[in-house]
């Protein structure tokens, strides 16, 4: 695929270009318009002209010398050419007008009429006269050729009055591009501040039209530095952790003053490798969180009940009971993984602390995803709900997992956008709402 050409250049080429389409448009549109303004004017002046001949015939009753004389005068005077017909048959024409002349004349309805004889084109007017005159009716011509040069000046000043708009636009049309454009400058910069290191993320405050594309560019951004700071963390725990655990069993084991390690130092070994088996396994979890990601989609509804059909062999005593109006193939914008581990976690502790059931709703409002799961346990204070959040902590040391696995819900739910919120249910246990925005 070819390389787009710059936005600025881009705008500036079609702007010429329709700026002189525009330009062109104007000029013939305005030739056509003073072609028919000159024409309304010349109809209107030739028949002021055909009137006032026609009303001096016949209100002195001339003879056909002395119509002659006048139609002469005429011709020095507006130097046109005359046809006078009569209605005998007559025709007296003025010293200008040819036998070629006449017969085109002839031959044309009465109206504004058009002759055309190569450069000597004859523009006119042919009136009739009344049915109670002598006369039949009366021709005025003038060439055209002299009006074209009348003109041609007008047209000159509209060639060059319609060349200093283009001008005046084309300038419009830079100085629109370089301000609609300007703020494209400043993102470049922000990226270039960003790629030194100066900043740690763009500036949110930009036109609407790019206001989506850094918004989500600060989201990915956000994200890797969580996810980095999360590894991080992760890779510190591990070693100081499996260094610890290595270290004890080795002390156990390397204790030359003994045959064997005793029975209290081999259940010590084990408590030692299951508590490091079950951390690793807690923070494996952790670092496959992937986050909002582009282009994932995923299914809710048939997420949930492969989870539930899951718990429900872990927890064979328990009910799990899924509440929704949205459709089996209903999908979100999400990592397929980030959900069911989200809800794996969620069910899990319901399943450990209800006494018999959890209920699961899924609910779509407000552009914005909730999920609802209430059990029937013995609940969770305000106070430890909000320790809970906390990384690593748990409520009960002999039920295994229940902090931990919210501790990952909050992690999901961080890397999503999303919030949680642990409050009562209406049986008297607990009640865990997560919110998942739609990415703007």
Same mark, same amino acid.
């Given at each position: 695929?070819?390389?787009?050409?710059?936005?600025?250049?881009?705008?500036?080429?079609?702007?010429?270009?329709?700026?002189?389409?525009?330009?062109?448009?104007?000029?013939?549109?305005?030739?056509?318009?003073?072609d028919?303004?000159?024409?309304?004017?010349?109809?209107?002046?030739?028949?002021?002209? *055909?009137?006032?001949?026609?009303?001096?015939?016949?209100?002195?009753?001339?003879?056909?010398?002395?119509?002659?004389?006048? *139609?002469?005068?005429?011709?020095?005077?507006?130097?046109?050419a005359?046809?006078?017909?009569?209605k005998?048959?007559? *025709?007296?024409?003025?010293n200008?007008?040819?036998?070629k002349?006449?017969?085109?004349?002839s031959?044309?309805?009465?109206?504004?009429?058009?002759?055309?004889?190569?450069?000597?084109?004859?523009?006119?007017?042919?009136?009739?006269?009344?049915?109670?005159?002598?006369?039949?009716?009366?021709?005025?011509?003038?060439?055209?050729?002299?009006?074209?040069?009348?003109?041609?000046?007008?047209?000159?000043?509209?060639? @060059?009055?319609?060349a200093?708009?283009?001008?005046v636009l084309?300038?419009?049309?830079?100085?629109? @591009?370089?301000l609609?454009?300007?703020?494209?400058?400043?993102?470049?910069?922000?990226?270039?501040?960003?790629?030194?290191?100066?900043?740690?993320?763009?500036?949110?405050?930009?036109?609407?039209?790019?206001?989506?594309?850094?918004?989500?560019?600060?989201?990915?951004?956000?994200?890797?530095?969580?996810?980095?700071?999360r590894?991080?963390?992760?890779?510190?725990?591990?070693?100081?952790?499996?260094?610890?655990?290595?270290?004890?069993?080795?002390?156990?084991?390397?204790?030359?003053?003994?045959?064997?390690?005793?029975?209290d130092?081999v259940?010590?070994?084990?408590?030692?490798?299951?508590?490091?088996?079950?951390?690793?396994?807690?923070?494996?979890?952790?670092?496959?969180?992937?986050?909002r990601?582009?282009?994932q989609?995923?299914?809710?509804?048939?997420?949930?009940?492969? %989870? %539930?059909t899951?718990?429900?062999?872990?927890?064979?005593?328990?009910?799990?009971?899924?509440?929704?109006?949205?459709?089996?193939?209903?999908?979100?914008?999400?990592?397929?993984?980030?959900?069911?581990?989200?809800?794996?976690?969620?069910?899990?502790?319901?399943?450990?602390?209800?006494?018999?059931? *959890?209920?699961?709703?899924?609910?779509?409002?407000?552009?914005?995803?909730?999920?609802?799961?209430?059990?029937?346990?013995?609940?969770?204070?305000?106070?430890?709900?909000?320790? %809970?959040?906390?990384?690593?902590?748990?409520?009960?040391?002999?039920?295994?997992?229940f902090?931990?696995?919210?501790?990952? %819900?909050?992690?999901?739910?961080?890397?999503?956008?999303?919030q949680?919120?642990?409050?009562?249910?209406?049986?008297?246990?607990?009640?865990? @709402?997560?919110?998942?925005?739609?990415?703007?």
């Open positions: 695929m070819a390389a787009q050409k710059s936005i600025r250049k881009t705008a500036l080429q079609y702007g010429a270009i329709f700026s002189l389409l525009y330009f062109l448009l104007i000029f013939f549109s305005h030739t056509f318009v003073i028919q303004l000159s024409n309304e004017s010349r109809k209107h002046r030739l028949g002021k002209e *055909v009137e006032s001949l026609r009303a001096i015939i016949e209100t002195e009753s001339p003879t056909s010398s002395e119509i002659s004389s006048m *139609v002469d005068r005429f011709q020095l005077l507006l130097e046109h005359l046809i006078v017909e009569m005998d048959g007559s *025709v007296i024409t003025s200008n007008v040819d036998q002349k006449l017969r085109m004349v031959g044309k309805p009465a109206g504004f009429i058009k002759i055309r004889r190569g450069a000597d084109d004859l523009l006119g007017l042919k009136q009739d006269a009344p049915i109670d005159s002598s006369l039949s009716s009366i021709t005025i011509l003038e060439m055209e050729n002299g009006l074209a040069e009348q003109s041609l000046g007008a047209h000159l000043n509209l060639l @060059t009055a319609s200093l708009l283009l001008v084309l300038t419009l049309v830079a100085t629109t @591009t370089y609609a454009l300007k703020p494209i400058g400043r993102i470049k910069e922000d990226l270039q501040r960003l790629q030194s290191g100066k900043q740690s993320r763009l500036n949110p405050h930009v036109p609407d039209e790019f206001s989506s594309l850094i918004k989500q560019l600060n989201n990915l951004l956000e994200l890797a530095s969580r996810r980095l700071e590894h991080r963390r992760l890779n510190s725990d591990l070693s100081h952790m499996v260094k610890t655990s290595i270290s004890a069993n080795l002390a156990i084991l390397s204790d030359t003053n003994s045959l064997s390690p005793s029975r130092d259940g010590f070994m084990i408590s030692n490798l299951r508590d490091l088996n079950r951390s690793l396994s807690y923070r494996m979890s952790k670092a496959d969180i992937s986050g990601q582009m282009g989609i995923c299914l809710p509804i048939q997420i949930t009940s492969n %989870v %539930v899951v718990m429900e062999k872990i927890f064979p005593d328990k009910h799990f009971r899924i509440s929704t109006d949205l459709p089996n193939d209903f999908s979100w914008p999400m990592e397929r993984q980030d959900l069911s581990e989200l809800l794996g976690n969620l069910l899990e502790n319901g399943g450990k602390w209800c006494q018999t059931t *959890v209920d699961i709703s899924i609910s779509l409002a407000a552009s914005a995803l909730t999920i609802k799961v209430a059990d029937d346990g013995s609940g969770i204070s305000p106070e430890s709900a909000e320790k %809970v959040m906390n990384r690593g902590c748990r409520l009960d040391e002999t039920v295994n997992g902090g931990l696995g919210l501790s990952i %819900v909050y992690e999901i739910l961080e890397d999503n956008f999303g949680m919120e642990i409050g009562s249910s209406k049986t008297g246990g607990a009640e865990i @709402t997560v919110t998942l925005p739609f990415p703007e």
